[in-house]
């Protein structure tokens, strides 16, 4: 655990500059608007250790897949997101010499990321030699013009003789990805040109050998300022302006760095690049940077009037809610179905930028709450629209159905690592899980009737095949396989994937009950197949101990030594940074949720004294070294009334990069899990449940809490539920009356009702 940012309810803000932290501090200062987004490195140069990183959603590339001895059905390729084209680059001079924060004498820095506004912010003064200059910089990636960053410097000249500034502004083709097979460069320029105040550029992804598409990046910068344009040389991968002037004494002067950002996913061809950033230069073009701002922030301003989680008594878990909310909605906000959640988002290179089964598990409930449907509609439609790839996926590894892949730009595995891509199958069930889960929440069906039941269908085809049958214990099976504890691989009949297979079978059966002949017809069922299911419904097979009342997360698990996490001594943790893997596969320990994953998504089919059970067995062996792990044990905590353990885990799920917990936030953000703070409050303190179409809650305040108070959108309705030690507010904030389950009792939501 390490926190190098103040706590503060609205600001990550710090007044240090540590090098060896300035890889943490980056990925903590990231900033983002769904279309495209950075890492919070400097836009100078920067001698020091830094990790570079601007990523355009849905830009990816297809590394070769590199493993020392191939198998049958690996992945051709390996997606990845590309490291884009850095347009954000500005060098600063002082009298001609370089600013390097590195190496300058600095004085008075503050780094200020306002999640209030969506802007960040340094400042910093630089002394050389007799020479004082101060630098304020704001920068943000509108969320009101979508293909807009913005950076704005007022500088100030602190000296008592003038001092000749310089601006050294490009657009450069010469970046690398660090996460990379072949150390090589992803970005071939196809074209560029440049005035004395502005220059455009055109780059291309290098060819590849899989078929997939290349991506084209269009940027055109813009610059507004009273400092004097000078030519600048022409290089091959870089466009740039110079822009020089001198301070008297005193004398603070502007300059603004506006870059526009075009991509080939939305446009057909280089000349309508063209066209559109011409289109979009009028746009803006007679805006003042305070105009341009104040479209952004007013935007963020209206996110945060629905979306904001007041705590009142804990400034570190406000701080921590709003952080995760802020992030989470800097990566995704549903304009664009093409793209999903990507578990470092534009943070980082981690995980290669794709789509992880993360989003049905853990977003999808958050954006059903906090968005439209049809934000979550697209999430949906995303995996939809990849049905192919799925049946493709499957079909390498000689099956039938759809498998839906573990990492993904297409709807292909792209993902290298055996035990993660084709034996954690688990992730088909919650793609099946999520479409209930909209279905459950929204009370709409109609998605589940028309093209749900489509995923629904491959997915229960790939299950069938996927079992066997055990004459010996006239059982289905499901052999060779990694459950969601990655901690162990290549395990017989792991409990949840067994689960989460015979559930997605039964809820495919009663699902096809609900559509038309005419889609029956299409999708081929016939009358065998359905009998096949159903067999597997009423004969899989659960490993079970009934001396600890426990479901046993695989066959071999109770034949390990089982020792609880308190044995290991302190300077072996995180253990995946400690042990070797042999190591790790043999110990008892828990990685994430994985029994207690089944139980999480179905809260209403097991008893409270199976969820005791399970969960005293279970948590004691959980390391929790996935960032998706403390929110599941917050929420099921939160159930059986263990209010300390579920605060406990909250404070990690919350704090988890900014406090780095597994000290692992240097390469990126994890935002797939930011999703679990705001789980943990609202279906954890909160006890928020869907149960036959009926929204019911059980509120408690943790101690150190004097109130918290959240807002949800529940079937055209918006509510806020306010919570203290005197009980429980639920307002009617828009939409029509409502029946809810408030502690057991039903009450009718008009305007108000309240526990107090």
């Known amino acids: 655990m390490k926190r190098i940012f103040e706590v503060n309810p609205w600001h990550v803000i710090s007044h240090e500059l540590v090098p060896t932290d300035k890889r943490l501090q980056e990925s903590m200062t990231s900033i983002g608007n769904g279309y495209m987004g950075m890492r919070g490195?400097?836009?100078?140069?920067?001698?020091?250790?830094?990790?570079?990183?601007?990523?355009?959603?849905?830009?990816?590339?297809?590394?070769k897949t590199r493993v020392g001895w191939w198998k049958n059905g690996y992945p051709d390729y390996f997606g990845k997101v590309v490291n884009a084209v850095n347009f954000i680059k500005v060098n600063l001079t002082i009298d001609g010499d370089q600013v390097d924060l590195a190496k300058d004498e600095i004085s008075d820095f503050t780094v200020d990321l306002d999640m209030h506004t969506g802007v960040l912010r340094r400042?910093?003064?630089?002394?050389?030699?007799?020479?004082?200059?101060?630098?304020?910089?704001?920068?943000?990636?509108?969320?009101?013009?979508?293909?807009?960053?913005?950076?704005?410097?007022?500088?100030?000249?602190?000296?008592?003789?003038?001092?000749?500034?310089?601006?050294?502004?490009?657009?450069?083709?010469?970046?690398?990805?660090?996460?990379?097979?072949?150390?090589?460069?992803?970005?071939?320029?196809?074209?560029?040109?440049?005035a004395v105040t502005g220059g455009s550029m055109f780059a291309e992804t290098k060819p590849n050998d899989f078929g997939t598409p290349r991506f084209t990046l269009g940027m055109q910068m813009l610059h507004q300022t009273d400092l004097q344009g000078v030519n600048a040389p022409a290089t091959e991968k870089a466009v740039t302006n110079i822009f020089r002037g001198t301070?008297?004494?005193?004398?603070?002067?502007?300059?603004?760095?506006?870059?526009?950002?075009?991509t080939s996913r939305d446009y057909a061809d280089m000349a309508?690049?063209?066209?559109?950033?011409?289109?979009?230069?009028?746009?803006?073009?007679?805006?003042?940077?305070?105009?341009?701002?104040?479209?952004?922030?007013?935007?963020?301003?209206?996110?945060?009037?629905?979306?904001?989680?007041?705590?009142?008594?804990?400034?570190?878990?406000?701080?921590?809610?709003?952080?995760?909310?802020?992030?989470?909605?800097?990566?995704?906000?549903?304009?664009?179905?093409?793209?999903?959640?990507?578990?470092?988002?534009?943070?980082g290179e981690k995980y290669g930028g794709a789509t992880y089964w993360d989003t049905e598990a853990f977003g999808v409930p958050f954006y059903l709450s906090l968005a439209k449907p049809e934000v979550t509609e697209h999430l949906l439609e995303y995996r939809y629209n990849q049905l192919a790839g799925a049946e493709h996926n499957a079909k390498m590894q000689g099956l039938d159905g759809a498998l839906y892949p573990m990492v993904t730009f297409n709807g292909i595995e792209c993902h290298n690592e055996w035990e993660i891509t084709f034996e954690e199958i688990h992730r088909n069930g919650s793609i099946a899980y999520a479409i209930f889960n909209y279905t459950r929440y929204t009370g709409d069906d109609n998605y589940l009737k028309t093209k749900g039941i489509d995923v629904l269908t491959g997915i229960s085809r790939f299950w069938a095949d996927r079992v066997h049958f055990s004459q010996r214990n006239q059982k289905y099976m499901i052999h060779g396989v990694t459950g969601p504890n990655e901690y162990e691989n290549n395990v017989n009949?792991?409990?949840?994937?067994?689960?989460?297979?015979?559930?997605?079978?039964?809820?495919?059966?009663?699902?096809?009950?609900?559509i038309s002949a005419a889609k029956r017809a299409e999708l081929k069922l016939t009358d065998a197949e359905l009998a096949k299911w159903q067999d597997i419904v009423d004969r899989m097979y659960f490993p079970h101990d009934d001396e600890l009342g426990i479901f046993v997360q695989q066959d071999g698990f109770l034949d390990k030594d089982v020792q609880p996490v308190s044995s290991i001594p302190a300077d072996q943790r995180p253990i995946n940074q400690n042990w070797s893997w042999d190591h790790i596969l043999r110990s008892p320990y828990i990685k994430q949720a994985d029994v207690l994953q089944g139980i999480y998504y179905f809260m209403d089919r097991f008893t409270p004294e199976q969820k005791?059970?399970?969960?005293?067995?279970?948590?004691?062996?959980?390391?929790?070294?996935?960032?998706?792990?403390?929110?599941?044990?917050?929420?099921?905590?939160?159930?059986?009334?263990y209010e300390?353990?579920?605060?406990?885990?909250?404070?990690?799920?919350?704090?988890?990069?900014?406090?780095?917990?597994?000290?692992?936030?240097?390469?990126?953000?994890?935002?797939?899990?930011?999703?679990?703070?705001?789980?943990?409050?609202?279906?954890?303190?909160?006890?928020?449940?869907?149960?036959?179409?009926?929204?019911?809650?059980?509120?408690?305040?943790?101690?150190?809490?004097?109130?918290?108070?959240?807002?949800?959108?529940?079937?055209?309705?918006?509510?806020?539920?306010?919570?203290?030690?005197?009980?429980?507010t639920v307002e009617l904030v828009s939409g029509q009356p409502l029946t809810i389950e408030l502690n057991g009792q039903a009450v009718e939501v008009v305007n108000t009702v309240s526990t107090k």
């Open 644 to 728: 300390d353990k579920a605060v406990e885990m909250y404070e990690r799920t919350a704090r988890l990069d900014l406090d780095n917990y597994n000290n692992d936030t240097v390469d990126g953000l994890h935002i797939t899990s930011m999703t679990g703070s705001w789980l943990a409050i609202v279906q954890g303190f909160a006890g928020m449940r869907v149960t036959d179409d009926t929204l019911a809650f059980a509120p408690f305040v943790p101690k150190a809490w004097t109130h918290y108070q959240f807002h949800v959108n529940f079937r055209d309705r918006l509510l806020k539920v306010d919570v203290d030690q005197q009980g429980t």
């Open 272 to 347: 309508a690049m063209r066209a559109g950033l011409a289109e979009l230069s009028e746009t803006i073009n007679g805006q003042s940077y305070e105009e341009l701002l104040k479209a952004h922030t007013d935007i963020w301003m209206q996110r945060w009037q629905l979306a904001d989680v007041l705590i009142d008594g804990d400034d570190a878990a406000q701080q921590g809610i709003r952080f995760n909310l802020f992030q989470l909605f800097s990566t995704y906000y549903g304009e664009d179905k093409r793209l999903n959640l990507g578990p470092k988002g534009f943070t």
């Open 123 to 194: 400042s910093f003064i630089v002394t050389k030699g007799d020479k004082r200059v101060e630098f304020l910089i704001d920068r943000f990636v509108s969320v009101a013009q979508k293909e807009l960053f913005d950076v704005h410097y007022s500088v100030h000249n602190l000296s008592a003789d003038p001092v000749q500034i310089g601006f050294i502004s490009q657009i450069d083709a010469d970046v690398f990805n660090e996460d990379a097979n072949y150390d090589d460069q992803f970005w071939q320029v196809l074209d560029k040109s440049h």
């Open 247 to 262: 301070l008297a004494a005193d004398e603070t002067k502007n300059f603004e760095k506006q870059v526009l950002v075009v």
């Open 41 to 63: 490195m400097f836009e100078e140069h920067y001698s020091n250790d830094t990790l570079k990183g601007i990523y355009i959603g849905g830009v990816w590339y297809p590394d």
């Open 493 to 514: 009949n792991n409990w949840y994937t067994n689960f989460m297979a015979r559930w997605t079978l039964e809820y495919t059966l009663d699902s096809l009950k609900k």
């Open 612 to 641: 005791k059970a399970n969960f005293d067995f279970y948590e004691p062996l959980t390391v929790h070294e996935s960032s998706l792990s403390p929110a599941v044990h917050a929420i099921l905590a939160a159930d059986l009334h």
